[in-house]
């Protein structure tokens, strides 16, 4: 099982996903010298080149010399992230794909038919036109800016504390990051990677989602998104009253170590889901606990069904399941396994 598909083979590559490869290690590069490369003509490069701009892709051009990324970047690449994970996660991969454009990474593998129980699909995107973040929100990503990848399983029986999933993967993508060198990451309750323990910044979030089978296993997709460099493009799109956006470069992650990051990030989540479905949420409960942002902050939570008025009250932590630990203004203390909190302050 070591992924015989593989969307990002050169010869099924779409040309602007090409030339950015071409591009990505941030050197000069003339049209001729691309046109060569990808047997097409100058002309058919430079609207490759035109449609990587659209994308928000920073793309300069010196006469006479040729092209280059403003910035330096990283080509997804299939083949290298199969060669990167360990051995015990390859041997666990039914497919390992990246795709130049898609809609949702969750999506596309939620519409496909399972995997067997402890077996995987991994997805990759360059370009994901409708990323989801919880309660339907949009999740914006920046092309060679930005990873999103999708994780995909079958379990039976379910693991025991489901809710706790999303911890689980919170718990797996800090150690992901700190093993390329990460400072200053936190996780915010229930599903952001997060930067600063005052003043906090959105760096990447979590969607787990369930399908469950007609009979036998239920499909689980795990979705992560990360802002390795956070452009004016998506700082722009924050909704009102959110948290802002930062970019991991801003905590020691170099934005070319793309493929790399990925793999750990497959091989992290991988193993801790393994372990979740055997031993439930108690082997990551300190480690969550030691990364939580939240803990003894003034915040507002809104109920998971939108129907109650949110309440302000002080986040204290989580209890052995992994719900949000809250005490309200009055004193009252409540344990909720779904809601939107918003940090109003450090108040202890």
Same mark, same amino acid.
């Given at each position: ?18 030339? $950015? ?65 360990? =051995? ?24 496909? #038919?399972?995997? #067997? ?37 079958? $379990? ?20 992901? +990051? ?16 997060? +930067? ?60 070319? !170590? ?22 439930? $949420? ?46 309200? =203004? ?11 909190? !918003? ?6």
């Amino acid at each position: 099982m070591n992924g015989s598909s593989d969307r990002s083979a050169s010869d099924a590559q779409p040309l602007a996903q090409r030339v $950015f490869a071409a591009l990505a290690d941030g050197e000069e590069h003339s049209g001729a010298a691309l046109a060569e490369r990808a047997g097409v003509t100058r002309s058919a490069v430079w609207k490759a080149i035109e449609t990587l701009r659209a994308e928000g892709l920073a793309v300069e051009a010196a006469t006479n010399r040729g092209y280059r990324l403003a910035q330096p970047a990283a080509a997804l690449d299939a083949a290298a992230l199969r060669a990167t994970v360990s =051995a015990s996660t390859r041997a666990r991969l039914r497919s390992l794909e990246v795709a130049w454009e898609i809609g949702s990474t969750n999506a596309a593998l939620l519409a496909s #038919p399972p995997p #067997p129980v402890g077996v995987w699909d991994v997805l990759l995107a360059e370009n994901q036109r409708q990323g989801r973040g919880r309660r339907g929100r949009a999740w914006r990503a920046a092309l060679g800016d930005s990873l999103c990848l999708s994780l995909g399983t079958a $379990f039976e029986p379910l693991p025991r504390e489901l809710p706790a999933a999303t911890l689980v993967v919170g718990v797996c993508v800090l150690r992901a +990051l700190r093993a390329h060198g990460a400072h200053g990451v936190a996780l915010k309750w229930p599903n952001d990677v997060v +930067l600063g323990r005052e003043a906090l910044a959105k760096a990447g979030g979590i969607l787990v989602e369930l399908r469950a089978e007609s009979a036998g296993a239920a499909h689980m997709v795990v979705g992560i998104g990360l802002n390795l460099r956070c452009p004016a493009a998506i700082t722009q799109a924050i909704e009102p009253g959110a948290l802002p956006a930062a970019g991991l470069d801003q905590a020691g992650i170099a934005p070319a !170590s793309r493929n790399a990051l990925a793999a750990s990030l497959i091989d992290e989540c991988t193993q801790g889901l393994a372990c979740f479905a055997e031993q439930g $949420f108690a082997p990551f409960r300190e480690a969550w606990r030691a990364d939580d942002a939240l803990r003894d902050r003034a915040v507002r939570v809104a109920a998971g069904t939108g129907t109650a008025p949110p309440r302000d009250g002080h986040a204290r932590g989580i209890d052995e399941s992994g719900a949000l630990l809250f005490e309200g =203004a009055d004193g009252l203390r409540s344990a909720l396994l779904a809601g939107e909190v !918003s940090v109003r302050g450090r108040d202890p």
